[in-house]
C-alpha cells in the first residue's frame, strides 16, 4: 500500500510563494506519475501539475509559468514550487499516484495524500 504524506502549506500573500512537499513510501514517484491536484470548497478537484514515470513535468494552463513541479528519487519525495501566488490559488492540495500514464483526472489515480491547505490572502 503506497501512502502519499503532503506538506508545507499555509498563509501567504498575493505574490508569495510557498513549497509543498509531498512524501511517499516505497520507491512510488520514480515509477509512479505523479499528481498534485487541488480543491476549492464548493468546487471539483482540478489537475495543478503532474510528473510522468520518466520525470517529465506537465502543468496545467492555469499555473505555467508560476508553479515548478519536480521530484528527488533518492528521498522519494515530489515536491511543488508555487511562485506568484493569487487569492484563485486558494484550495486543498493533494499529492497522488497513478501505477500507469500520467493523466489529469482525478478519478485515474490510485493513491492520495490527506492534503494540506493552502490559501492565498490579499
Known amino acids: 500500500q503506497v501512502q502519499l504524506v503532503e506538506s508545507g502549506g499555509g498563509l501567504v500573500q498575493v505574490g508569495g510563494s510557498l513549497r509543498l512537499s509531498c512524501a511517499a513510501s516505497?520507491?512510488?514517484?520514480?515509477?509512479?506519475?505523479m499528481g498534485w491536484f487541488r480543491q476549492a470548497p464548493g468546487k471539483e478537484r482540478e489537475f495543478v501539475a503532474g510528473l510522468t514515470r520518466t520525470g517529465i513535468p506537465v502543468p496545467a494552463d492555469s499555473v505555467k509559468g508560476r508553479f515548478t513541479i519536480s521530484r528527488d528519487n533518492a528521498k522519494n519525495t515530489v515536491t511543488l514550487q508555487m511562485n506568484s501566488l493569487k487569492p484563485e490559488d486558494t484550495a486543498v492540495y493533494y499529492c497522488a499516484a497513478r501505477r500507469q500514464i500520467l493523466t489529469s483526472s482525478p478519478r485515474d489515480y490510485d493513491y492520495w495524500g490527506q492534503g494540506t491547505q493552502v490559501t492565498v490572502s490579499s
Open positions: 516505497e520507491s512510488t514517484v520514480s515509477s509512479y506519475a
